[in-house]
């Protein structure tokens, strides 16, 4: 019997444990060279060790997403400041039903990570790290020096969006911010340090398979979920 104790899996199948929340996340391409190889490289996989003996288990690639920003969440509901933790927990409850309150909201609508109508931000050069012994992500680099200044003008922007959040609800995201897609969870954190030899092997094969590839990210939009497979286009 596998151990489970990372707190977003409930079951090897996999299945999904419940956790409610918000995000601002790229809107996904139409259609782009990155992501088709990154899911023909994980195919190539599917029957490595990473997943059959250290129990990584993937996320399926149509909720694949790069958020630049997380808001309130399951996780962070204890951090919320007492005087508003009612009524995030009543929007967490309801499924996060539109219209979203405006008194809860009102930072992040009027920040420009969602003002902006074209982050134009290029990626590529795909890394594949653990972090933190819970999950597997493809750490991605600006393609180029354009790329590069964007990045650190969306930075900006979120850093100015975590201050006024954070001021006035008591929750944070991390300060640091490195684009990624998080491609799957470990089953407990034994299993994900025992495996850096295959997630040492995953990084070079999906390096190769995506080498040349570029993921362009244009505009962010306000997503709500329910578990780690439930990212969608609710738009703000």
């Given at each position: ?33 990155f ?10 996989l ?16 149509a909720?694949f ?11 962070k ?14 929007f ?6 539109k ?14 990570l ?13 890394r ?13 680099e600006?393609a ?20 006024a959040?954070?001021?006035r609800?008591?929750v944070?995201?991390h ?15 034994d ?32 997503s ?13």
């Amino acid at each position: 019997m596998i151990p489970i104790t990372n707190p977003k899996l409930a079951g090897l199948e996999p299945r999904w444990a419940p956790f409610r929340g918000f995000s601002l996340v790229f809107d996904p391409p139409e259609e782009d060279s990155f992501s088709g190889a990154l899911r023909a490289g994980l195919a190539a996989l599917e029957n490595d060790a990473l997943i059959a003996d250290f129990y990584l288990r993937l996320l399926p690639a149509a909720s694949f997403h790069v958020t630049a920003w997380d808001g309130v969440n399951d996780a962070k509901l204890a951090e919320v400041a007492p005087e508003f933790r009612a009524a995030w927990e009543r929007f967490l409850q309801a499924g996060a039903a539109k219209p979203f309150p405006e008194d809860l909201f009102r930072d992040v609508q009027a920040s420009e990570l969602l003002t902006c109508p074209d982050w134009d931000l290029r990626l590529g050069g795909v890394r594949i790290e653990n972090w933190s012994n819970v999950s597997l992500v493809a750490h991605l680099e600006p393609a180029d020096a354009a790329a590069a200044v964007r990045l650190e003008r969306l930075r900006a922007a979120r850093d100015a969006l975590s201050e006024a959040f954070g001021r006035r609800f008591g929750v944070r995201p991390h300060p640091d911010y490195e684009p990624h897609v998080t491609l799957g969870y470990f089953a407990n954190a034994d299993l994900a340090t025992a495996s850096a030899p295959a997630v040492a092997r995953w990084d070079a094969a999906l390096r190769a398979a995506t080498t040349g590839t570029i993921l362009t990210l244009r505009r962010l939009h306000l997503s709500v979920f329910s578990d780690m497979t439930s990212f969608g286009a609710d738009l703000a």
